[in-house]
């Protein structure tokens, strides 16, 4: 999977997701977030264009320290040629954010010289 680096140095890579195994699936851009530990954050927005179903609210340490709960939602994302069943947390910023479980077992390249990402 090859992706980019932005103009702002975030490493990007294009997903594809769904709100059904079978279902439509459409590209979503997400950055790249090694400090996070779960799968997906995705913007509320997001979740209500791609109409995911609610699954549970989970309690979440944010990178100041703080804790707060946020709702999670059911997606699917093409991965490596799997369709998986994906947790997404919602959160109202503006960027999909993809995690260390979904690189976990994968190589992870950035150049930022070059401005380009490979995910094996």
Known sequence: ?????????????????SDQSEGRY????????????????????????LALE????TEAILADGSKVVLETFLCFVEWFGDRLPVQAIA???KYP?????LLSGRELFISYVTKQLQLK
């Open 1 to 17: 999977m090859k992706g980019q680096v932005d103009e702002r140095n975030r490493a990007l890579v294009t997903i594809s997701v």
């Open 97 to 101: 954010l993809l995690g260390t479980e």
């Open 26 to 49: 459409l590209p979503v851009v997400a950055w790249i977030d090694t400090a996070f530990d779960g799968r997906l954050v995705f913007p509320q927005e997001l979740i209500d264009e």
């Open 91 to 93: 959160n109202e910023g």
């Open 54 to 57: 609610s699954l549970v609210q």
